[in-house]
């Protein structure tokens, strides 16, 4: 589907960006897209139909893709650091026994 605009009517924003019309309502109502950058009213009154700006979305797409995959990746290494920190090193006993104490004695 071509476009001459990136601002396009709900159906097609839903076509173009792979999402259900019902997502992009819920970004927009929960505010994680902001007015006049990724959508607006057409007529600029609150009853008229919605633009959605694809590009724009497909913009804010990308940079919480970013994120996710960072903050994934943190928190993997941050686990991984504690799973190595937690393996117990057999190059110190944690005890002795009699015949080794004196021999560490000596």
Known sequence: MEYSTHWV???DASKALRMPSS???SLKNHLKLEPGVHWL???GKKNSPILWNVLA???WQIEKTVLEIRST???RQEQARENASAIESFDEP???TSTEAEEVGR
């Open 41 to 43: 009213y057409s007529t």
């Open 9 to 11: 009517f709900t159906a």
């Open 57 to 59: 979305i497909r913009e």
């Open 94 to 96: 944690d005890f002795l």
């Open 73 to 75: 990746d943190a928190k």
């Open 23 to 25: 997502t992009l309502r």
